[in-house]
Each structure stands twice: as structure tokens, then as C-alpha cells.
């Protein structure tokens, strides 16, 4: 999280809303078996696209563009698309 932060494409506030309710849809859709896991990922990316326009359009953010950059982030985040480069980073891609 501390990634999408530092690119600053939208406040704490909208970042942690959009987090929290992609988290919870996510896992909502996940827990009903309707999508097939191999697809969560990209489902998880449209909901917090499609929450970070909510989000922006409630906080009359103008710079909406931004936080739908934001939105997919969240939603890779989510869904763990993070995981693996944040291993390599702290790692230093060096694994033995």
C-alpha cells in the first residue's frame, strides 16, 4: 500500500476507502464462486476502478484520471498482484 501512496494520485483518504470496500467486494464475489479464481484478479481491478470514480465524483476530485490509475492499483493490491513484486523489492531480486 505504502507503494500506491507514494505516487500521491489521490489522498489517504479516497486510497483507504477504495481499499476497503475492493477488499470487501472482492472478497464477497470470491466467497460466492460465481467467478472463477483464475479471474478474480481482473475483477478485483474493475471494482476498484469503478470505486475510485464513485470515490472521486463524491470527494469532487478533477483530477479523475488519477485516481482511476489509483483504482487499478488498489484492485491489483487487493488481489495480491502486489505480492510477488513486493518480494522481489524487498529482496532485491536476488533469491536463493
Excluded at 24 to 46: A, C, E, G, H, Q
Amino acid at each position: 500500500m505504502k507503494i500506491i501512496e507514494g505516487l500521491q494520485l489521490i489522498d489517504v483518504a479516497q486510497l483507504m476507502i477504495i481499499a476497503i470496500l475492493c477488499y470487501v467486494l472482492t472478497n464477497l464475489i470470491k466467497n460466492t464462486k460465481v467467478v472463477d479464481t483464475k479471474w478474480m484478479p481482473f475483477v478485483s481491478m474493475v471494482l476498484g476502478l469503478v470505486l475510485a470514480i464513485v470515490t472521486a465524483l463524491v470527494f469532487h476530485d478533477k483530477e479523475i484520471g488519477k485516481a482511476i490509475i489509483a483504482g487499478l492499483l488498489v484492485g491489483g493490491w487487493t488481489s495480491g498482484m502486489f505480492d510477488g513484486i513486493q518480494g522481489f523489492l524487498n529482496d532485491g531480486g536476488t533469491s536463493e
